[in-house]
């Protein structure tokens, strides 16, 4: 599948964060998870929506794009990303925070077990957040499932 294209504007970038797969931008009034390769970002993108549609998730507010990275941009980006072009998606913003329950984000846990017939790892509070009122998972990266086949 090739994706659209789009040039992402540094003036418009209001933060960012980072895990071992994934350069998280706050773009205005949304969130853009970017990714290393355009097959990548679906497969990540697959799973926050069928998260979001059990109500374990982010929505997604558009489909995988390959972003146009500001140099500046770029120089942010963790080192494995550091390329004029990234894939991703734009996703809602949740409200991250350090004090969630251990017992919240284990049920979460559970609750996507049970979803996805796997174990899921790095479940932790740097990887849920709250929205409307419930605990839901941000992070569908590689690293955090169980590989199915």
Same mark, same amino acid.
């Given at each position: 599948?090739?994706?659209?294209?789009?040039? %992402?504007? @540094?003036?418009?970038?209001?933060? =960012?964060?980072?895990?071992?797969?994934?350069? #998280?931008?706050?773009?205005?009034?949304?969130?853009?998870?970017?990714?290393?390769?355009?097959? =990548? *970002?679906?497969?990540? *993108?697959?799973?926050?929506?069928? *998260?979001?549609?059990?109500?374990?998730?982010?929505?997604?507010?558009?489909?995988?794009?390959?972003?146009? %990275?500001?140099?500046?941009?770029?120089?942010?980006?963790?080192?494995? %990303?550091?390329? !004029?072009? @990234?894939?991703?998606?734009?996703?809602?913003?949740?409200?991250?925070?350090?004090?969630? !329950?251990? *017992?919240?984000?284990?049920? @979460?846990?559970?609750? %996507?077990?049970?979803?996805? $017939?796997?174990?899921? #790892?790095?479940?932790?509070?740097?990887?849920?957040?709250?929205?409307?009122?419930? @605990?839901?998972?941000?992070? #569908? $990266?590689?690293?955090? #499932?169980?590989?199915?086949?």
């Amino acid at each position: 599948m090739l994706a659209t294209q789009k040039k %992402m504007q @540094l003036s418009k970038v209001q933060g =960012h964060d980072s895990g071992c797969e994934c350069f #998280f931008i706050k773009y205005g009034d949304v969130g853009i998870k970017l990714y290393d390769d355009e097959d =990548h *970002a679906t497969r990540v *993108a697959d799973r926050q929506r069928k *998260a979001s549609e059990h109500g374990l998730g982010p929505d997604i507010l558009g489909d995988v794009a390959a972003y146009c %990275m500001p140099e500046d941009l770029i120089e942010l980006a963790p080192l494995n %990303m550091r390329k !004029p072009v @990234l894939y991703g998606y734009e996703t809602e913003i949740v409200e991250v925070r350090s004090d969630t !329950p251990w *017992a919240a984000i284990k049920s @979460l846990r559970l609750e %996507m077990e049970d979803v996805w $017939g796997c174990k899921i #790892f790095d479940c932790g509070c740097r990887n849920a957040g709250w929205k409307s009122g419930k @605990l839901v998972c941000i992070d #569908f $990266g590689d690293c955090s #499932f169980e590989e199915l086949s």
